[in-house]
């Protein structure tokens, strides 16, 4: 559903757009720092977990308005563990679970450029909103559960243009769920959750890709 929804999406931009001289395609890939994740009521009833560390990828396309001021609907995607322990209630037993947390980041990207004066150097920054689908998977109850967040983040890079078409690119950025993770998506599996609350996610990535003009 996700892939169909993010196609309809997509198509109509690319046809509505691909005419125009100020248009590129660009290709991510990223290494994301882990973050932990926690909510505390007292010694009876918490949970906490870590989305571990790896590699997120994705794409966008992007349209600059001038040469300067660009606007880019981004994807992005990641896999990863979440190794946790809960307990809910005095009576309760603490559990351990490794979930499998798939992570769909569907973006909107203002962005500012500043091109170098030989033109081969091409810096930008900007801020990124939208939104993050989170499926969550529990191995030992083949049970999954699935939220929509609102996310929102900031990147800062720079593309080197090996052709008049074709550049690499450098990026650092840093992407936020907002109290996205814990909860019943996590831990409602049990049983009633009798700590209901949401942790807030920082995720930092490094890595680059590739950009590619479109037209003339």
Not at 137 to 148: I, L, M
Not at 150 to 157: E, T, Y
Request: charged letters at 15%; one cysteine or more.
């Amino acid at each position: 559903m996700k892939k169909i929804f993010l196609s309809i999406l997509l198509i109509p931009a690319v046809m509505a757009v691909s005419a125009q001289k100020q248009v590129r395609l660009n290709f991510y890939s990223a290494y994301v720092l882990d973050d932990g994740f926690n909510v505390y009521n007292d010694a009876n009833s918490y949970y906490n977990g870590k989305l571990q560390a790896g590699v997120q990828f994705g794409g966008g396309i992007e349209y600059l308005a001038d040469p300067n001021y660009g606007f880019e609907l981004m994807y992005l995607y990641k896999q990863s563990d979440a190794p946790s322990y809960f307990k809910f209630g005095a009576l309760s037993a603490e559990r351990t679970e490794t979930f499998k947390v798939t992570q769909h980041y569907i973006m909107a990207c203002p962005t500012r450029h500043a091109m170098s004066h030989d033109h081969k150097v091409e810096g930008y920054g900007g801020f990124l909103l939208g939104m993050v689908i989170t499926d969550v998977d529990v191995p030992s109850t083949s049970n999954s559960g699935s939220s929509s967040n609102f996310a929102w983040g900031a990147r800062l890079g720079a593309d080197i243009w090996v052709s008049g078409k074709l550049g690499i690119k450098l990026q650092a950025q840093i992407l936020s769920a907002t109290r996205a993770y814990g909860g019943d998506i996590y831990y409602g599996y049990w049983g009633p959750v009798a700590v209901p609350d949401y942790s807030t996610l920082w995720q930092f990535g490094l890595g680059g890709g590739l950009t590619y003009r479109l037209g003339k």
